[in-house]
């Protein structure tokens, strides 16, 4: 299944070797992950090379052709905020993804629109169980 999975770049790299166990995760899961470079160190010195534009629309057009969408939202991302209202739009099933303990916009935690699933969680397992959780039920 295709995932587009969406993490702070601009915002912030402080959990960089979180996203890159989940996107780790979600391919040995067998998923596809169009998205997955933004787990590169270099991701903006990679994306220097294209325009703010090719970035936009390659970016929304993958969000289309992706089966659904999984947020990790420790770090607080316009982008990431922006990619899953389009998701959301796009009638793409939504699971944000924080850190126990951290501070979210209550524009996030209370949000309850069908097909947005925002979930706290402590470790590795219990990202994994909610990752399996949440594609399985989309199978």
């Not at 590169?40 to 090719?54: C, G, H, M, R």
């Not at 796009?90 to 996030?108: C, D, E, T």
Request: aromatic fraction near 12%; glycine fraction near 8%.
């Amino acid at each position: 299944m295709k995932i587009y999975f969406a993490a702070s770049i601009a915002g912030g790299r402080k959990f960089l070797p979180v996203y890159e166990r989940m996107v780790a995760y979600l391919k040995a899961s067998g998923h596809t992950v169009p998205t997955e470079h933004i787990v590169a160190p270099d991701v903006l010195d990679q994306e220097n090379q294209f325009t703010a534009e090719q970035i936009y629309r390659r970016d929304v057009e993958w969000l289309q052709e992706s089966r659904a969408m999984i947020a990790e939202i420790s770090n607080p991302s316009l982008g990431v905020g922006y990619e899953i209202c389009y998701a959301l739009d796009f009638n793409k099933p939504v699971l944000a993804l924080y850190q126990r303990g951290l501070f979210i916009s209550r524009m996030m935690t209370g949000n309850d629109r069908p097909g947005l699933r925002v979930v706290e969680y402590g470790d590795e397992s219990e990202w994994r169980a909610l990752m399996d959780q949440f594609t399985g039920a989309l199978r």
